[in-house]
Nanobody
Framework: QVQLVESGGGLVQAGGSLRLSCAAS????????MGWFRQAPGKEREFVAA????????YYADSVKGRFTISRDNAKNTVYLQMNSLKPEDTAVYSC??????????????WGQGTQVTVSS
């Protein structure tokens, strides 16, 4: 088992920034690729960003490319999502996940509870 706990969410004005963190415990963190997903009210969960096990490979949803950056620190068992130039449409619950390097949610085995991000206009 891998336990994941997100933090860093909150309320921010459009154009602002937030940095989400996801702390992992349990099995070896570096054995897993990590992903961030989000779900807005009334919408399906969508992929945001992923990073491979060593951190040398990343990819992003088109909607966040150029604004969000995913990174990881395997020594701290933590993955981050730096979010800049936030838009109201970024409002959602953001969850981190551990599994295979993919934009497909079913490829991830373990999930955190999520953290709310609200962007006001």
């Amino acid at each position: 088992q891998v336990q994941l706990v997100e933090s860093g969410g909150g309320l921010v004005q459009a154009g602002g920034s937030l940095r989400l963190s996801c702390a992992a415990s349990g099995r070896t963190f570096s054995n897993y690729a990590m992903g961030w997903f989000r779900q807005a009210p009334g919408k399906e969960r969508e992929f945001v960003a992923a990073i491979n096990r060593r951190g040398g490979g990343t990819y992003y949803a088109d909607s966040v490319k150029g604004r969000f950056t995913i990174s990881r620190d395997n020594a701290k068992n933590t993955v981050y999502l730096q979010m800049n130039s936030l838009k109201p449409e970024d409002t959602a619950v953001y969850s981190c996940a551990a599994g295979s390097y993919s934009d497909y949610a079913a490829r991830y085995e373990f999930w955190g509870q999520g953290t709310q991000v609200t962007v006001s206009s």
